[in-house]
């Protein structure tokens, strides 16, 4: 009975157990199983088997299939390529959020920009010059060029599409140590589909609302042994994006490998992103009625997100085109030295409109505009919003990775060279002729009617060289992390940044110089970190990293900054990571305080620029991936930074004491999956964002808000074949994404969109 | 089905074998997976046409000629050439991961598929700490690690991994089979009667009943097998 019993709760052990006794009992030329006697022979000879003659057999597709497969198949990932090489994300002592293309797939983000408005700690300025000014921790990001494609920099301002991303990584914190320059509230780093030894494909299409037509095409196809040719395709055209701009682009992007998992591995790859869309440049905040303070300043919930009071002139273009040409030479399975130049060219025109509410002169009734007389027949005056600029940029770098022992530890070395050249040209308006001046002048509208259809010859306003920005910088680091005691790592870096700027300025009309600047940099940034690893499960880190901001960051200097020094930033973060016992859910937890010392400060009393300034930000942030069951998959991240301060200013700027902009206490975003049956799958989520001010802090708040996002999925043949649908802002609820001053650019409204997604 | 077979090498073949590791040319393990293998495989492996892989993977297939439980447990059609990997170091382990369902053979470009999996320890486990062979089977988790030159069979189809090595080194050879008898249960099954059968015979000769239940044995065979 007892044995009956021991064999019901562990076969495997019994299993083992006859095998033994049935070993003992064979002795020596004694009986032998039936198979073995039919079968001894040569297992040489099996192994050694002639091809099969039969040819019929059907192709077979060869797949290494592990656990941690490509962002197409999962939420949650173990490993980085962010800090350089390819690291644990619990070897990291920085706070990691990982967007896979399994989400941006679900979820149907076809922008960077959708990506990083579902991550905790994100806020975007609706900058003067159109620019997406993206925010992290209430910090810069794009503004100082901490947008990174495969590690390397990507500076230029276009609308970045995800038809070519295995996922986006934002890394919190300072850390200059990596990317050098910049990077004070963090990094964004793209990562590029890579080619992979397997043969497939999928095309997605994609109809919804506002007329929206999406077609990506993702193709592998295993060339050799150990080489493997990607190709991704998306092209993408809408009236509307939900927020009253039009889209019309296309992207195409390929990539070869060769000598993948070789000793000697090379890949070269082109990526090409045209757009060319409309833009929704901004709506005026409003007032309850003309006459009441500027901080009562709110939304205006009497205009629908999709109305647009442009021109049907208006364009945003943009292209971003670079080659990649990297190798990776593996000296031993501990050592891989990785070099990559890049060289890129990216354009920009912008032609757009902003509007006002014409005076009260020119209103119906007489009266300056409030929320009281708001209606169809208010009247808006347009006026020109254009920015035309390029960027010329070649980079290199070389990293190397190695693992050893010495002096009785065990090392993590990282350490790496990289330089970078980055031209900018900056074209203005020159100056119109009478003639011109009539046939460029924008009309007036009227709230009533939205998108009337009214253009102008926009394409034909001349435009020259206002400024010229070129600068040459290389910079050089070392990291070690090494095992002090089983279960500590201790953590060091350092890192060197020289970099050298020049800056021209030019009368548009003559070409004329009229001004010229330049601006030396050589500067540390360090590193340091503990991390505590009691378990392979749990990892505990407190580190602390510097960084610094040049005055070149903006790719513009002028006579009241050229000659100032960067400004320095630090973050402590105390943090963990933490996984379920099958390594199919993650949490991460991070308490972090960012303080920028030195910030840039305008003197009122000598027009100079000083570094006087000095803020912090500090909270909490979190995120949650993964599988809590095997139907039931979800992932989360949130942001929460009770403390922010401006502790010292200068007068003019935002004010001493006053939370910074941009800045709200929480953000954030939830979304899960549940796969009830096998055919079907069901999704939902959350995005949150605390209230925030516009930039330069006005005294007024755009509101916080809460959207939901729905998904319903239905798999036709099994992986082959599935359909779904996204619904995205169900409740159509009306919220300020990009906010300045004195306009704020609407979240998108509710959108319906279908997808028919073949593989193949 | 997870089954341990004992000494299928001989103490001499695995001083042998362990002579010849002492100076193998190692090699990242990395290198003959794919991407996605690379990231949770991080172990050392012998270049599969250098002598000393030559040399162990003869002395394995030997082994295995000489033993009647592998034949009768695996029904074998076709061996995908043995390997021989080393866990130790800051290359210790091999996260979950599920084999190939098929593999082609450097040799001749033949395809095999990977029904059992195989690995045929070449040290004892005193010589290192961690290192188990986890294997997640219908019945849950298991781990095991044998002395030098035993060897165990688990499905191919099961998720498994190699668990960290902290301390020495985990010298073993591995490789996959394709049997005749594709299906896991069934395959169990005649082992099983294959066992019984033995010791029906040994206890009471080669009885009607014996004679009639081998029948069966090949009857059964017969159905299932694919040659």
């Known amino acids: ?760 | 089905m997870l089954l341990h077979v004992p000494q299928v090498l001989a103490a001499d073949d695995i001083r042998t074998a362990q002579a010849l590791l002492a100076d193998a040319p190692w090699t990242d393990g990395r290198a003959s997976a794919g991407p996605q293998a690379r990231e949770v495989k991080n172990n050392e492996q012998l270049p599969h046409d250098c002598e000393a892989a030559q040399q162990i993977r003869a002395l394995v297939t030997r082994g295995l000629d000489r033993s009647s439980l592998f034949f009768s447990a695996t029904l074998p059609k076709k061996l995908f050439t043995p390997r021989i990997n080393r866990y130790g170091g800051s290359s210790n382990f091999y996260g979950n991961h599920v084999d190939n369902a098929v593999r082609i053979l450097p040799e001749n470009g033949q395809r095999v598929r990977t029904d059992i999996s195989c690995t045929v320890f070449l040290n004892d486990p005193a010589d290192y700490d961690g290192g188990e062979l986890e294997i997640q089977d219908t019945y849950g988790s298991q781990r095991v690690k044998f002395a030098a030159g035993d060897l165990v069979l688990y499905p191919g189809t099961s998720v498994h991994q190699v668990r960290p090595v902290t301390r020495g080194q985990r010298l073993a050879c591995f490789f996959w089979i394709e049997s005749m008898v594709r299906s896991d249960d069934q395959r169990r099954l005649l082992y099983e009667l294959d066992m019984n059968l033995l010791r029906l015979r040994q206890e009471h000769g080669e009885t009607e009943v014996a004679t009639a239940l081998t029948g069966t044995y090949h009857n059964l065979l017969r159905m299932w097998a694919d040659t």
């Open chain 1, 1 to 760: 009975m007892s044995r009956h019993k021991n064999r019901k709760q562990n076969p495997a052990f019994t299993q083992t157990s006859i095998a033994q006794e049935a070993s003992k009992s064979i002795a020596p030329y004694a009986m032998l199983p039936l198979g073995a006697m039919m079968l001894a022979g040569s297992m040489s000879a099996i192994a050694q088997a002639a091809p099969e003659a039969n040819k019929t057999l059907a192709p077979v597709t060869v797949k290494e299939k592990a656990e941690a497969p490509e962002g197409k198949d999962t939420l949650k990932v173990e490993r980085t390529t962010i800090g350089k090489g390819n690291q644990l994300l619990r070897d990291i002592p920085q706070s990691i959020t990982v967007i896979t293309e399994k989400l941006i797939d679900d979820r149907n983000f076809d922008t960077v920009k959708d990506v990083l408005r579902n991550s905790g700690g994100i806020s975007f300025q609706a900058a003067e010059g159109g620019e997406e000014d993206i925010k992290l921790r209430g910090f810069s990001l794009q503004g100082s060029g901490d947008v990174f494609v495969d590690g390397i920099r990507d500076p230029a301002f276009y609308e970045r599409d995800t038809f070519n991303n295995d996922r986006v990584e934002i890394l919190r914190g300072s850390a200059a140590l990596l990317f050098g320059r910049g990077s004070t509230g963090g990094a964004v780093n793209q990562v590029n589909k890579q080619p992979l030894l397997v043969d497939q494909n999928e095309v997605d299409f994609t109809l919804g609302s506002h007329d929206y037509r999406r077609l990506t095409g993702d193709f592998n196809l295993k060339t050799g042994e150990s080489s493997a040719l990607r190709l991704n395709a998306m092209t993408n055209t809408a009236d509307n994006n939900g927020a009253g701009s039009r889209i019309n682009k296309r992207g195409i992007a390929g990539a070869y490998r060769f000598g993948i998992g070789e000793v000697d591995e090379f890949s070269v790859g082109f990526y090409q992103l045209e757009n060319r869309n409309g833009i929704n440049y901004g709506i005026r905040w409003i007032k309850p009625t003309s006459a009441s303070p500027t901080s009562t300043s709110q939304l205006n919930g009497n205009l629908d997100p999709d109305a647009y009071y442009g021109m049907a002139s208006d364009y945003n273009h943009g292209r971003a085109t670079y080659g990649t040409l990297s190798h990776v030479h593996r000296f031993s399975s501990d050592t891989e030295l990785k070099s990559t130049i890049r060289k890129g060219r990216y354009s920009r025109d912008q032609r757009a409109t902003l509007w006002n509410f014409a005076g009260a002169a020119s209103q119906p009734g007489g009266q300056a505009i409030g929320l009281n007389n708001f209606g169809p027949g208010t009247v808006l005056t347009r006026s020109a919003q254009n920015k035309v600029q390029d960027m010329d940029n070649l980079y290199g770098q070389s990293d190397l990775s190695s693992k050893f022992e010495a002096l009785g530890y065990k090392h993590e070395l990282l350490a790496g060279l990289d330089y970078a050249h980055e031209e900018r040209k900056v074209y203005g308006a020159q100056t119109l002729t009478t003639a011109q001046t009539a046939a460029l002048t924008r009309p007036n509208t009227t709230i009533g009617t939205p998108d009337d259809g009214a253009s102008i010859p926009e394409g034909t306003r001349p435009f020259g060289m206002t400024q010229n920005y070129r600068s040459n910088g290389v910079g050089i680091y070392a990291q070690d992390l090494v095992q002090i005691a089983p279960k500590w790592k201790l953590l060091g870096g350092l890192r060197f940044d020289r970099m050298q700027a020049d800056y021209y300025q030019f009368n548009a009309n003559t070409g004329a110089g009229t001004s010229a600047y330049s601006m030396n940099i050589a500067k540390w940034s360090k590193r340091a970190g503990v991390l505590y690893q009691p378990t392979d499960l749990a990892s505990f880190h407190f580190a602390y990293g510097t960084s610094f901001n040049t005055s070149g960051d903006a790719y513009s200097l002028g006579a009241t900054n050229a000659s100032v020094p960067p400004e320095e930033s630090q973050n402590l973060e105390l943090g963990t990571r933490i996984e379920s016992a099958d390594k199919r859910f993650s949490t991460r937890l991070a308490l972090f305080r960012t303080t920028k010392l030195h910030e840039r400060n305008t003197d009122p009393l000598i027009p100079i620029q000083v570094l006087s300034g000095k803020r912090h930000a500090q909270g909490i942030d979190l995120d949650f991936s993964g599988r809590i069951t095997p139907q039931w998959e979800v992932f989360g991240s949130y942001a929460w930074i009770p403390v922010a301060r401006i502790d010292v200013a200068a007068e003019g700027a935002e004010g001493l004491g006053q939370r910074p902009s941009l800045t709200p206490k929480y953000s954030g975003t939830v979304w899960t999956t549940y796969q009830i049956t096998p055919q079907i799958r069901i999704g939902g989520g959350l995005n949150f964002k605390g209230k925030q001010q516009p930039n330069r802090n006005p005294g007024f708040f755009s509101p916080s808000y809460v959207t939901a996002d729905l998904l319903a999925e239905y798999t036709v043949i099994e992986d082959k074949f599935i359909i779904k649908a996204n619904v995205t802002n169900v409740a159509n609820k009306l919220y300020g994404d990009a906010l300045y001053t004195s306009f704020y650019v609407p979240g998108a409204g509710r959108e319906l969109q279908i997808t028919a997604k073949i593989k193949f």
